[in-house]
């Protein structure tokens, strides 16, 4: 990939990004920050680290990207963050678990969804998440299971996450993509066009 | 004093022979933690297994469990351990994202577990304890002077193997 299509790569998924964290603040009646996202080649090995520690717990939802290209999709949430969005969304004070776990995975399927439709209709390309599945676990070791489990990956991937933030939370959520296969390059090759 | 902790990261094998020293792997998922020790002269190795099996591209012997576990072995006989006395544990094997509408067949924790357990054989000798599958993340610690293995969750608690 060159650095115009990287580019052009980059400018397409922090549209989908910006569109995500636009969906995200009707969703919930408080301030939602969505920084710019970072764009990078992650050796494998190194990406269960993202979130800093790979110990560190986590709240997690997973979707398999699917279509015309592969990959993966995922928003990591501080367990405080998940519990306050949960809060947010349901309008309840507090939700039970159920409750809980299906607002975030609510949140995720349509900022997900908007990130991927924004990348589809830019390349023409048909790419749809699976529904999300939600996790509480060790950042690292979902991560792992992801890139390994799921779809096995090549020793690099490349990266891009964006940090989502509730006002006055000190923790951020991430929103990770990972294109997998020749996702990357059919999607750059594509915005060139 | 602070036991001095040794990580070891994804695809790779780690050896020590420090008094106090703990060798510890990060939360495995899908993958094995393996350790192999001799109680007698306290010296020991850990192994984190990504793959069952695979072409090392460039990479140490670690990444899959048909090099890494002979490889793990061999360096504990090089500095010096009996071949009778070596303790084997396993770690991790799990599938995380169990309900993710995952591809059919086992998925990569179980055929981790079965290549590992299979190398393992191969060599004459045995897994001496183990904790495997489920749906959960695990950290592995083995302690150098006690030849324990401590396993961490985020959900679940602790406990030794």
Redesign the interface.
């Known amino acids: 990939m060159g650095v115009s299509e990287g580019s052009r790569l980059y400018d397409a998924i922090s549209i989908g990004f910006g569109e995500a964290g636009r969906v995200l603040r009707l969703m919930v009646p408080i301030e939602v920050t969505v920084s710019t996202p970072e764009m990078k080649p992650v050796r494998i090995e190194d990406i269960p680290c993202l979130l800093g520690s790979a110990e560190k717990t986590v709240v997690a939802t997973y979707s398999r990207v699917r279509g015309d290209i592969s990959g993966h999709l995922a928003f990591l949430y501080d367990p405080g963050t998940a519990r306050r969005l949960a809060t947010l969304v349901t309008g309840e004070a507090e939700p039970d678990d159920e409750m809980s776990a299906s607002a975030i995975c609510e949140v995720s399927n349509v900022a997900g969804s908007r990130v991927l439709s924004v990348l589809s209709d830019a390349t023409g390309l048909r790419i749809v998440p699976t529904a999300p599945v939600l996790v509480s676990d060790m950042a690292g070791a979902i991560l792992q299971s992801t890139l390994y489990d799921l779809a096995p990956v090549g020793k690099d991937a490349v990266v891009t996450k964006t940090e989502i933030r509730l006002a006055g939370e000190d923790a951020a959520g991430l929103m990770v993509l990972i294109p997998t296969g020749d996702g990357v390059s059919l999607l750059a090759e594509r915005l060139g066009n | 004093m602070e036991p001095r902790v040794l990580p070891v ?3 790779e094998i780690r050896f020590s022979d420090e008094a106090g020293s703990v060798l510890v792997t ?6 094995i933690g393996l350790t192999a020790y001799d109680p007698v002269l306290r010296l020991g190795g850990m192994a984190h297994i ?2 069952p099996n695979g072409t090392a ?1 460039g990479e140490g012997p670690g990444k899959y469990a048909h090099t890494s576990v002979p490889a793990l072995v061999r360096g504990l006989l090089r500095m010096g351990a009996a071949r009778e006395r070596i303790v084997i544990k396993m770690a991790g094997g ?4 169990g ?5 059919n067949g086992p ?3 179980s055929q981790n577990q079965a290549a590992v357990l299979e190398a393992v054989g191969r060599l004459g000798l045995r897994v001496h304890s183990a904790d495997c599958g489920g ?5 592995m610690r083995l302690f150098l002077d006690s030849g324990v293995v401590e396993i961490v ?3 679940r608690g602790s406990w030794t193997i």
């Open positions: 990261g994804i695809g990060y939360s495995l998922g899908s993958c990504v793959l591209g799990a599938r995380i994202l309900l993710a509408g995952t591809p998925g990569i924790g749906t959960f993340g695990r950290t969750t985020a959900t």
